[in-house]
């Protein structure tokens, strides 16, 4: 049984999230609280599994309990926030905190069942997470020290490098990306995000990082220097038109419960670049991106799984560890550097 705290300043959303939550034989709410301040005594006294946490709270705001939190007390934390650009930024900021997952609050145009089983599934999927173990904002910036140069000799120049995660993605993400040079070749990310979010999420990165990284939009070329990131509520695939690649923003349905859909890109990558592709998965719940990484690597393409140990999740890259998808397991830290000795020339490359 997994115990569930809701921290909401609003009665009504409390009693929606915990009517809707009762109805699942795996979940009890075990209690409810106005502010960070009634939370942090529940916590003590009911010692639930998981909470939910809205941001926008009277007393303490949701970021600074969240970070209060994972410093002395870590727990797994679903953040249940509204739907809008302002929002979306604290979101992502909760995540590079710790929560493990960020859900929509149901408000005017979402009602409680609209979200329900996401919610569900996001207090499962937490309720699993290793929190703990994940290491703090100041020395996830420290790992994160983007590299000096434009070191990479490439032996070609249509190379693309597709990466996919989940929960505990957004630092995994971070963490790969501040670390690549000016002229990586162009990458392509899928991380399970809700619309808004992914672009607040590309522009924190860009800030960060020294490639540029933005939001996909479709038709946009996949070159050098560039990492793009899937909207949140679209699919994100690779097209070749002659010498060139472009990214393709497509709609349709989702594909493990995920738009967009690690395995899309994945799939698109395997037929159209073939050995000239490198496929990374990163942490993530459920089985996104095994299937498709196992089919760049019988194209040719070299692929890399994360290690369990440096995963919040071992989900997805364990079902491509499974199923032989993966050229080398990698702890989170090694990856980057993994990718640019490849590139130089410096690894052999594996089949």
């Known amino acids: 049984m997994i115990k569930v705290l809701v921290v909401d300043d609003s009665a009504l959303v409390r009693k929606l999230l915990t009517e809707e939550l009762s109805r699942y034989a795996d979940i009890t709410v075990v209690g409810g609280a106005i502010d960070p301040y009634v939370a942090r005594d529940k916590i003590v006294r009911l010692k639930p599994d998981v909470i939910t946490l809205d941001l926008e709270m009277p007393r303490m705001d949701g970021l600074s309990f969240l970070s209060k939190l994972m410093k002395f007390y870590p727990l797994p934390v679903v953040v249940v926030s509204s739907l809008t650009p302002h929002n979306s930024k604290n979101a992502i900021r909760a995540l590079e905190l710790g929560a493990v997952e960020v859900i929509c609050k149901p408000g005017s145009s979402l009602s409680a069942p609209d979200i329900s089983q996401s919610l569900v599934e996001a207090i499962r999927t937490a309720s699993r997470a290793k929190v703990a173990k994940m290491a703090s904002v100041e020395q996830m910036d420290k790992e994160s020290t983007p590299v000096s140069g434009y070191k990479i000799q490439l032996k070609t120049t249509h190379k693309v490098i597709a990466v996919g995660a989940s929960t505990g993605g957004t630092i995994a993400i971070e963490n790969l990306l501040t670390k690549m040079p000016l002229n990586i070749p162009g990458m392509l990310v899928v991380q399970h995000m809700p619309e808004y979010f992914t672009a607040s999420f590309a522009n924190r990165l860009n800030n960060i990082c020294k490639i540029e990284v933005r939001e996909a939009k479709d038709g946009d070329a996949v070159v050098p220097g560039l990492a793009l990131i899937a909207p949140g509520g679209k699919h994100m695939l690779l097209e070749r038109s002659g010498a060139f690649y472009n990214a393709r923003i497509k709609g349709g349905p989702m594909v493990h ?95």
């Open 257 to 351: 419960h995920q738009k967009p859909s690690v395995d899309v890109l994945f799939h698109s990558v395997a037929k159209q670049a073939g050995a000239n592709a490198m496929g990374v998965l990163l942490t993530g719940m459920g089985a996104d991106g095994a299937e498709g990484l196992l089919a760049m690597r019988q194209n040719k393409a070299y692929t890399i799984a994360q290690d369990e140990a440096s995963s919040v999740v071992f989900g997805m890259p364990g079902e491509a560890v499974k199923l032989g998808a993966a050229c080398d397991v990698l702890p989170l830290n090694d990856i980057s550097d993994h990718i640019i000795k490849r590139l130089s020339g410096e690894e052999t490359k594996r089949e």
